[in-house]
């Protein structure tokens, strides 16, 4: 019914730049939340940055590991969430999911669905 995803991830030198697109699909009455999380292994997923579903952008959150090197945005007439990601380091290898709270219709409560995620290498 509902499926997000992601593309974009890829291998970059540390000091590069990606871009994470993650597009949502199907049966969609509206989407609030959109965001994006990690997990490098042996570590439990993290949560990376959100955005709200308000107007004007929306509002935002980043982990405080990616403040200021990260940002995330929205196109919601493309049910799509971004995550630009400059100053990349060694550390910031994982694979990135996103994750947005869908409503399938008005009678129905907002549920969260989850990409499958996209690997992001950064070699030193």
């Not at 730049?17 to 049966?27: F, V």
């Not at 980043?62 to 990349?88: E, P």
Request: charged share 15%; glycine share 12%; net charge positive.
């Amino acid at each position: 019914q509902v499926q997000l995803v992601e593309s974009g991830g890829g291998l970059v030198q540390a000091g590069g730049s990606l871009r994470l697109s993650c597009a949502a699909s199907g049966t969609i009455f509206s989407i609030n939340a959109m965001s994006w999380h990690r997990q490098a292994p042996g570590k439990q997923r993290e949560l990376v940055a959100r955005i709200s579903s308000g107007g004007s952008g929306g509002s935002t959150i980043y982990a405080d590991s990616v403040k200021g090197r990260f940002t995330i945005s929205r196109d919601n007439a493309k049910n799509t969430v971004y995550l630009q990601m400059d100053s990349l380091k060694p550390d910031d290898t994982a694979v990135y999911y996103c994750a947005a709270d869908i409503r399938i219709s008005i009678l129905r409560t907002p549920y969260e669905y989850w990409g499958q995620g996209t690997q992001v290498t950064v070699s030193s």
